[in-house]
């Protein structure tokens, strides 16, 4: 931490990083800009634009919200609502500080086109799922073969995206599904982004009819051989952490969301004990209301608290690593959620000014109200890759009002 520090950003790179008395001489312009300079936030695990479906399914378990609201609606999408959607998520998370998402959705050439338009930094990972109401998709066989496709296609194209595949979960596709895009990740270094151990009855069912749990079933069959992202990750054995840890697994936490559907709470300090690399995530903007990751960085530890008595569990400094360098790092990215000289030039500036953030009267002050006291609504200015993204508080690369406006109409249209 500087106090004052000195950040120099060159195109959309970071070139120097360190205290003003150090900071070498400057070529360009300088601007000063008080508050508390951090990397952007990195959400790990989403379906951003599940916008249209905010509010449809309230007060009902995980099953019943997929199979009689989210998937009917879902089947009815065209790549329009996709892309209103996506942006309108776009313009939320970018105001919230959050620069990088991890996405698991459909439609995925929409998808790309509102990320690019607004500017964020997105690792994108188009389903696979073999569920009722995705038959237009053509099967599961057909559908990887169209997101190899488009993985082939845009993998190192463009400076902010990075592609990977979404196996849904082992409970939509079959196992050979998993096993097959597991080998064609591996053939490609690709992220396998997919949901494990979300819920009890998910997994009692799938024990009972392999005889095994879902980590041991996956590690079985060699899906967890490829770079994996496993998101909530709720109910786990001690042997299935010794499973994610023998295959390196990622684990996308996402505390509001299962906190919101009754999922459960996940076993966060176990798995930071074995050196797992863990993130935060939202989950989708149906499931938990919104996208705004200061959220799961407040209640992450405080859930963690909870569940082992230990006041001292995740301290914040620990909290805050998960919102950024945590998240780059369970998705790969390197450079990514840490301000250091050769890293992305992601930041975000939050007015420190606020009555919820007085006192500081020492360093450790900051981390401990960053984590306990702040919120998105302190974030005033938002850069991707160099590119001023949020000024004032306003989102500069989305028409707010035109998205609104589509995502209204759609989410109505579609909800017939």
Sequence with gaps: MYRPGVVDVDGATIAWVGPATEAPACKGPERQLGGVLLPGLVNVHCHSPMTLFRGAAEDIPLDRFLREVLWPREARLTSEDVYWGMTLACAELLRAGV?????????????????????????????????????????WRKRLDDVLGFCDRHQGAHQTIEVGIAAHSAYALPLEALVAISDAARERDALVHVHIAETRDECLALEQEHGMSVPVLLADRGVLDARVLAAHSVWLSEADLGIYREHDVAVAH?????????AGIAPLTEMLA?????????????????????????????????RTGDASAVP????????????????????VGVLCAGGAADLVRLRFDDPSVVP????????????WSASSRLVTDVWVAG???????????????????EVQERAARLAT
């Design 316 to 335: 914040a400094g620990q909290a805050l690593a998960l919102a950024t360098r945590g998240g780059a790092g369970a998705l790969g990215l390197r450079g």
């Design 254 to 262: 996402c505390p509001q969301s299962n906190a919101k559907l009754a």
């Design 274 to 306: 074995l050196g797992l690399r863990v993130g935060l995530g939202t989950d989708g903007p149906s499931s938990n209301n919104d996208l705004d990751l200061w959220d799961e960085l407040r209640l992450a530890p405080l859930l963690a608290r909870v």
């Design 99 to 139: 620069t990088t998402t991890c996405e698991m959705y459909v439609e995925e050439d929409a998808l790309l086109a509102a990320v690019l338009d607004a500017g964020s930094r997105c690792t994108i990972t188009p389903g696979v799922i073999d569920a009722p109401g995705w038959e237009r998709l053509g099967g």
């Design 387 to 405: 590119r001023a993204v949020v000024t004032g508080g306003a989102c500069m690369t989305v028409d707010v009002e035109r998205a609104r406006r």
């Design 360 to 371: 500081v009267l020492a360093d450790r002050d900051i981390l401990s109200h960053l984590v």
